[in-house]
């Protein structure tokens, strides 16, 4: 890691499971979840004040709308969320057929329309009925397609800077894969492996596209993120934290040059939690010498 990188708890959450994380430029505020927690978070770096949200089942990401408020995965159920009033309504139900299933990651492309995919409900973190779940599109308008089957962990995922290209992660599998992307239809074509990880080195889970079009993927049971080269598949960079169950990532604040990290304590034995204090919070990592990109609010 280079010297000039520096990382820093920021927020003390304790979250079970911390995900999601989105920076919010309008409001210059960090939007993550807890899965298992069954909280949306919202924080301020300014003023290092948080307020938080309930859900009645799991919340496993958070978007902004274009029309106000926010869309959220809970349960099977894509959510609307007033923040003022804490209200939610539910909009569309996916997976349908398998109640035991749940939503996991999801995120808007640059198009606007929101793509979230599912997993079966683990019996441990990262412990799950195999190839239950599905990734999903969801328009403006609530219709729903479903692209990909037989899913275990539906993951990270972003776009390239030509929009041309989805990544996408399916945990289990190890890799960070590319589709073609038809970001007129929303089509995905042409799936292949950009990444592999090898046995044992944890599990690939939630990622970013910085502004260079180069992705940083946190690795669960791994304590990292990775900086990778999705045209030569080369790593370039290893971030490393001082919590092992690091989830997911995103660049923000004002400049979009720090990469926020979120992490877990849930799985976590009475002898790890006394090594990481830290498990379940939001660390900043700065000093990367590179920017994200602002994220996209849904188009409904």
Known sequence: MMSSVKVECVIKAGALIGEGPLWEESQQTLMFVD?????????RPT???SESVETEDFVSFVVPRV????LAGMGRSIVAVEWSTQMMTSLVELDEDKPNNRLNDGKVDPR????AGTMGREKRPAEVQRQQGSLFSVTSDLSVTKHLTQVDISNGM???LDQKTFFYIDSLSLT?????YDSDSGRLGNRRVVYHLAEGEGLPDGMTVDADGRLWVAIYNGGRVLN?????????QTVSLPVTKTTSCCFGGPDFSDLYVTSASLGLDQSERRKQPLAGGVFRVSGL???GRPSVSFSG
């Open 289 to 291: 010498g590179v920017k």
């Open 176 to 180: 960070v894969d590319a589709f073609d």
């Open 47 to 49: 003023t290092n004040r």
């Open 35 to 43: 899965i298992a927690g069954q909280k949306i978070h919202r924080w």
């Open 228 to 236: 990778i080269d999705p045209e030569t598949g080369v790593c370039l």
């Open 67 to 70: 029309s106000g408020g926010y």
């Open 112 to 115: 606007g329309r929101l793509l």
């Open 158 to 160: 972003d776009w390239s």
